[in-house]
């Protein structure tokens, strides 16, 4: 009997959490989206499909990338310049395929690797006044990740700590106060969240992404720069059998669920904030 009570009473938590959730992310329409990714691809690989769908369905979607992601190439005649170039053109191919416009992503500019030596009031302050300026009804955000992740990849653990962190910042006047006294910018409240890259163990809500699957692998294969070959000699296109097992690749690793294509996020809203 206690258990039924109990199972009851779990199954009233689960629905009150569920019920928190107005509508299903991938059938949102007209409403304002702002995704924080800590590299020029995570958003691609981690939430591509989501985003196609959120662009198709009349949303306006920004992207905000943390890093301009120039050092991740094995080529010795790379430089960190010519990489940051690359790769922003890149992303803006591969967002575009997605349907973001390029004015829509925006640049915070930090170096690769560098995002948790940077200046960390500054990083929060500029995330905060973003979210104050573009006052998104849903926001998308990197979780640290996967468990081997959360002690191996900084900018990721950073960009998710700091992206919460402004969340709470954006919410209460008093951080960064000049951003309203000087700039006009009103506190806002974040209503929703997701999380991509999350843990297995902590995700709990998965997008169908079926109708888009082979949209996002178009997407993905912009970021020629990450795949081998171009990521040992930079080439800036694909030999044909090259693209396709990359996209073979990418098509294996991609989750299903119940015979689906999915992208799994960790849904979060309702933070204790102060
Ligand atoms: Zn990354």
Do not use: C
């Not at 990521?231 to 694909?238: A, E, F, I, T």
Request: hydrophobic share 40%; aromatic share 12%.
């Amino acid at each position: 009997m206690r258990k039924i009570l109990l199972l009851a009473f779990l199954f009233e938590i689960v629905s009150l959490s569920l019920s928190a959730q107005t509508q299903r992310l991938e059938e949102i329409q007209g409403k304002t989206i702002l995704l924080f990714t800590p590299h020029p691809d995570d958003d691609v690989f981690g939430a591509g499909g989501t985003i196609a769908l959120l662009n198709r369905h009349h949303n306006k979607v920004y992207i905000v990338v943390y890093t301009n992601d120039n050092k991740g190439s094995y080529d010795p005649e790379m430089s960190s310049e010519r990489l940051a170039r690359i790769r922003r053109a890149e992303q803006e191919a591969s967002e575009g395929v997605l349907g973001t416009p390029k004015e829509n992503i925006l640049w915070m500019g930090y170096d690769d690797g560098m995002l948790e030596y940077a200046p960390q009031p500054k990083l929060t302050e500029e995330a905060t006044a973003l979210i104050r300026r573009i006052r998104p009804d849903v926001l998308l955000s990197v979780d640290p990740g996967e468990w081997y992740e959360r002690w191996h990849k900084t900018d990721h653990r950073m960009a998710a700590f700091n992206t919460i962190d402004a969340v709470r910042a954006a919410e209460f006047w008093l951080y960064f106060p000049n951003q309203k006294l000087q700039q006009g910018l009103q506190p806002y409240r974040v209503p929703e969240m997701y999380f991509f890259y999350p843990a297995p163990q902590e995700a709990n809500y998965w997008v169908n992404i079926d109708p888009v699957a082979d949209l996002k692998l178009d997407a993905a294969a912009k970021q020629v720069s990450q795949f081998e070959p171009s990521v040992n000699k930079y080439r800036p296109d694909w030999d044909a059998k090259d693209l396709e097992k990359a996209k073979e690749e990418m098509r294996k690793e991609q989750p299903k669920k119940d015979g689906h294509y999915v992208e799994a996020f960790r849904y979060a809203t309702g933070f204790v904030q102060y």
